[in-house]
């Protein structure tokens, strides 16, 4: 993973004008059912947050890029969830897991359409709710104007947080 992340890193750095595509690309993966699991996105971002300030890559259409990759993310999550809500718990990793559907039940079900903002927040939780919010069958407004409104949140949180510690950095080397 460490070699993933420093390779975009580099990649980003060298070709700043692949900075948006590829935080979208991340964010997507970060927030797809199934497929965050196996690609950890954050760290990344977080780095491409470092580079922003330093190499000049406006924030602007990387951080627009990122939470539309997310918000899609989760919003094929929702759609998997909902179409095949009765196959769901056969399927990897929730075949090999079986207590993390329930788990996803009841914390969707205890806090509703906040469950997808809150869930955007930690690693376990970022795609296995929406896919919950699908199979649950949560309202599609209600739950889309969570997910929009917390994947920029999400976004700019990750980035200002990785340009904060690069700022933090430069002063502290200047």
Not at 4 to 16: N, P
Not at 52 to 69: E, K, R, T
Not at 146 to 154: C, G, K, L, Q
Request: glycine share 10%; net charge positive; hydrophobic share 55%.
């Amino acid at each position: 993973m460490r070699e993933f992340v420093r390779e975009t890193v580099r990649f980003v750095g060298a070709h700043g004008a692949w900075a948006a595509p590829l935080v979208f690309a991340l964010a997507f993966a970060e927030s797809l059912a199934f497929l965050s699991l196996l690609i950890p996105a954050w760290g990344a971002l977080v780095a491409i947050g470092a580079l922003l300030g330093p190499s000049g890559i406006s924030f602007w259409p990387v951080w627009i890029a990122g939470a539309l990759g997310a918000a899609l993310g989760d919003w094929l999550s929702y759609w998997v969830g909902f179409r095949y809500r009765d196959k769901i718990a056969h399927i990897w990793p929730l075949s090999k897991n079986p207590e993390l559907l329930p788990r996803g039940h009841r914390f969707v079900e205890r806090w509703g359409v906040a469950a997808v903002f809150v869930g955007r927040f930690s690693g376990p939780l970022r795609a296995s709710v929406p896919l919950v919010c699908g199979v649950l069958d949560m309202p599609k407004p209600r739950f889309q104007l969570a997910n929009f409104s917390s994947a920029f949140v999400w976004v700019a949180f990750l980035l200002l947080f990785g340009d904060a510690i690069s700022r933090g950095v430069l002063k502290i080397l200047s």
